[in-house]
């Protein structure tokens, strides 16, 4: 049974480009979660989805970013326009019931120059 | 919303001691709390978790004691190694609204010492 997968695990980008990261949950999970780590910091919430649903996006910030897990393929978390603050890692997680154990994937860790 | 608070922000303990980290939460509705590890550059991955109807849980060298009147949690390490060595994040879930996000304390670096 595969992890938690997602990618790409590096991404670089420059001012104002667009960056998408994917993310596979673990098979016979429908939550996924995303989070965002800051170097020397915890993790952030910022969505929870269910297949083809936003449940909760309270801290993903209002512009630029979106979040979407379709009936088929990856949940994909979408940074418009990206600003050198949104250099950070970005794991996703999935569990088979909303009160459980996530499992975490192996984060991207985004770097805008 | 939930806010999780963790103590210390380091700890370094000599190969063989124990090592203890401390959390406390804010929101009496949280029922979940895990421990995460992470070691640099890689997941954070679940070492223990315990739910708000048990008092203490323990797997080997891992415990993890709750206490919900004071709405603090603790982890604890016996006969430390090496490669404990790692960030230690506690979590709980808020469960109000719907959503289960973790709400994660600012970690815990470990240095164990050989």
């Known amino acids: 049974n595969a992890g938690v997968m997602q990618n790409p695990r590096h991404l670089v980008r420059r001012r104002g480009q667009e960056a998408r990261l994917r993310c596979s949950p673990m098979?016979?999970?429908?939550?996924v979660y995303w989070y965002r780590q800051l170097p020397e910091e915890g993790l952030k919430f910022m969505v929870y989805l269910q297949k083809e649903n936003i449940i909760d996006e309270s801290g993903m910030p209002k512009e630029r970013f979106s979040a979407e897990f379709p009936k088929e393929g990856p949940s994909i978390l979408r940074i418009q326009q990206v600003v050198r603050g949104d250099s950070a890692a970005y794991f996703c997680?999935?569990?088979?019931?909303?009160?459980?154990?996530?499992?975490f994937g192996p984060g991207t860790r985004l770097t805008v120059l | 919303g939930e806010n999780v608070e963790q103590h210390p922000s380091t700890l370094s303990v000599q190969e063989g001691d124990s090592a203890v980290i401390k959390c406390t939460y804010s929101?009496?509705?949280?029922?979940?709390f895990p421990w995460y590890k992470q070691e640099l550059g890689k997941r954070p991955q679940l070492i223990i978790d315990?739910?708000?109807?048990?008092g203490e849980k323990k797997d080997q060298r891992i415990a993890v004691t709750l206490n919900k009147t004071a709405k603090h949690f603790s982890l604890h390490i016996t006969e430390t190694q090496p490669e404990d060595s790692a960030v230690y994040f506690c979590a709980a879930i808020d469960s109000g609204a719907g959503s289960y996000q973790l709400t994660f304390g600012k970690g815990t670096k470990l240095s164990v010492i050989p």
């Open positions: 315990i739910r708000s109807n048990v």
């Open positions: 929101d009496s509705a949280s029922n979940y």
């Open positions: 997680a999935s569990s088979m019931g909303p009160v459980g154990e996530q499992f």
């Open positions: 098979k016979g999970h429908s939550h």
